[in-house]
Nanobody, 113 residues
Framework: QVQLQESGPGLVKPSQTLSLTCTVS??????????WSWIRQPPGKGLEWIGY???????YYSPSLKSRTNISRDTSKNQFTLQLSSVTPEDTAVYSC?????WGQGTQVTVSS
């Protein structure tokens, strides 16, 4: 069974870059046809898909966040990473990683000075 665990700072200052890592166990991030996603949920709002990195390493981002988003991976560590630049308080959310129907527990990120 695939397990995912998010990690990273819980507090980021405005204009800085948010960086989160998803560590995967029970499966390989290079497994064919798996798409490894980042999703967030701002307080009081619904889920927002951020983007994914495919098993091949190619990426696709939400058009609304594309200019600020980078998703990369480290196959040696079986991890993939989200970077979101120039954050504002509107980027405050619970951030989760996902593949198929497997989810991490989510991590709260607050953007505040």
């Amino acid at each position: 069974q695939v397990q995912l665990q998010e990690s990273g700072p819980g507090l980021v200052k405005p204009s800085q870059t948010l960086s989160l890592t998803c560590t995967v166990s029970g499966g390989s991030i290079t497994t064919n046809y798996y798409y490894w996603s980042w999703i967030r949920q701002p307080p009081g709002k619904g889920l927002e898909w951020i983007g994914y990195i495919r098993y091949s390493g190619s990426t696709y981002y939400s058009p609304s966040l594309k200019s600020r988003t980078n998703i990369s991976r480290d196959t040696s560590k079986n991890q993939f990473t989200l970077q979101l630049s120039s954050v504002t308080p509107e980027d405050t959310a619970v951030y989760s990683c996902n593949v198929q129907f497997y989810w991490g527990q989510g991590t709260q990120v607050t953007v505040s000075s």
